[in-house]
Structure formats: structure tokens, C-alpha cells
């Protein structure tokens, strides 16, 4: 029994081990077509989102205030420290430490990064890693592997909310959690156990609150959506982003997010209008938590400030 336990887990480790480099590959290829793929994002992101607005026929005053604000006071800052938390677990991994308010400087800089026409985010945090000690190897494969374990956290989150498509949910949700299975024995074998599982509960913790923005975004358009029907955008959302097809899946989570739509009952038009309000306002946290530690750090460095001696 034990022999066929440990067969089992070779194979499945195996199996994680070979997904990783799928994902790894799937970023060296988009290397090549950065700035072609950046610019035509933009033009998917900027084009879908006048059209859907037009379309809603949707004013300033349509535009509710309140879940604006908390989208941006409330869900920003905590998505920030989610970030910062995932930072540190990476670092964990591969044995190596790095301090809180620095990982969500890090995780900042590497969203923001990722509009760049390099593979920005993955640079930034593989760096980061890299400062604090790990090797080159170490740090991109941590990132791919976890990055890996998001997706298909999401492909179940996804399958679930779309089992009544039939195929497609149960599609996914075989997929997803079958990835779930090989990349946390893969995690496990890398790191330990514990690492393994810790990174699986944070994913779906991860889940959670991408699915908690959309469906505060959807209420800043007055649209209200199921808590299950907001799983099937957070994976649109999170499968855009993750999926290094273009920079930070600029305009492919938005359009994943529309084809989400009709299953869920919900207008493409809002679904695309959702995704971007919650992609900008995104965005508009890490610009500003960006400024706001940069400021810091040239106050430090004034004469007469406080390390001035």
C-alpha cells in the first residue's frame, strides 16, 4: 500500500511538476509579442469599455457612490495585504523571509508592473525573491507554480457556478481540481506540507475576495449579481490575469468576464463594464500606495529628515 501511495504521489508530482513548466513556457513566449500584445489589449480594454458604456447608456449620476468608495477605501487596501501575505509565502517556500510592509511594496509594484511591455509582475516578484537570498530557478518556478495554483483554484470556483452549462462547468471543475491535486503535491514536495496547504487556503481565500470586488463593482453600475454567479467572473477575472496571454490581461478578463454574461443572467455589456471598474480601481490603489512609499522614502532621504543626522 505504501508503494502504491508513493507511486501515486511521484506521478502526480510529476504531473504538477510538468504544468509548471507549461506555465513558464506560456510567459517565454509572450516575451517575444509584449508590445504588440500590450497594444492591442489596450485597444480590446479602452474599445470594450466605451462601447459597453454606451450601450448601458450609463451617466455620472447612474454611477453608485457608495461601492465605489468601499471598492476603492475597503477592498483595495485589504486586496494589498492579501498580496503582501502571498509575497511572503512565496518567500516561505523556497526558504528565504521577507518583511510585510516590503512585500506589499513589492506586490504594488509588481501589479503595476505588469502593464509594461515586459513579463513586469513576474520580474518584479522574482527579484524581490532573489534580493532576499533564493536562486533564479527558485524564485520563477515558486511564482509559476502558485500562479498555476490560483488559476485552477478559480477553474473550480468557476465549474461550480457553471455547472448548469453542463460540459463547460463540469469541465472545469474536473480540470480544476485535479491541477489543485498535482500542484499541491508538487508544493508539498518543494516545500513542505504545511506550505502546501497554507497556500491552498489563501487561494481560496483569494477566491473569495476577487469574487466580493466584481460583485461590489456590478453595484457601482446598480447591478446586483448571486454570490455563486460572482465565482464565474472571478475566474474570467483571475484566468485573464494569470494566463500571460496579454500584459496583466488587459481587456481579456473584461472579455471573459462578457461571455461569463448570458449563463448568469447579466448583461455583457455590465459584465465588461464591471470587470474594467474593478480592474481600474485596482490600479488606482497601487498608483497610489506606489507614490505614497516613494514620497516616504524621498522624505527620509531630505535633508533634516528623520534619518538625518
Known sequence: MAIVTKSLQSSIFSAGHRLIGVVQALRQTAIKHRSILLTLAMGIFFGGLFYSITQLNLSWSDVQLAPLLFLLLVMGPLTLVYSGINMQLMAKAISVRIGFLHSI????????????????????????????????????????????????????????????????GEFLLVFGLVTVIATVFWLAKVANWSIALYALGLRALGLLLVASRITIAFLVLNVTIDPIDALA????????????????????????????AEPNGVAATAAFSAAAINRLAGFAVNMISILFVSGFRFRLAMPGGPNDE
Open 105 to 168: 511594496k513589492v506586490s504594488a509594484y509588481a501589479q503595476v508592473a505588469e502593464l509594461l511591455p515586459l513579463p513586469g509582475g513576474a520580474i518584479v516578484r522574482t527579484a524581490a525573491l532573489m534580493k532576499e537570498g533564493a536562486s533564479t530557478r527558485e524564485s520563477a518556478t515558486i511564482v509559476a507554480g502558485l500562479a498555476l495554483l490560483w488559476i485552477s483554484c478559480a477553474a473550480v470556483g468557476g465549474g461550480v457556478a457553471l455547472l448548469s452549462v453542463r460540459l463547460v
Open 233 to 260: 467572473f472571478g475566474f474570467a477575472i483571475i484566468l485573464g490575469s494569470a494566463a500571460a496571454i496579454a500584459p496583466a490581461g488587459l481587456g481579456i478578463g473584461e472579455a471573459l468576464s462578457a461571455l461569463m
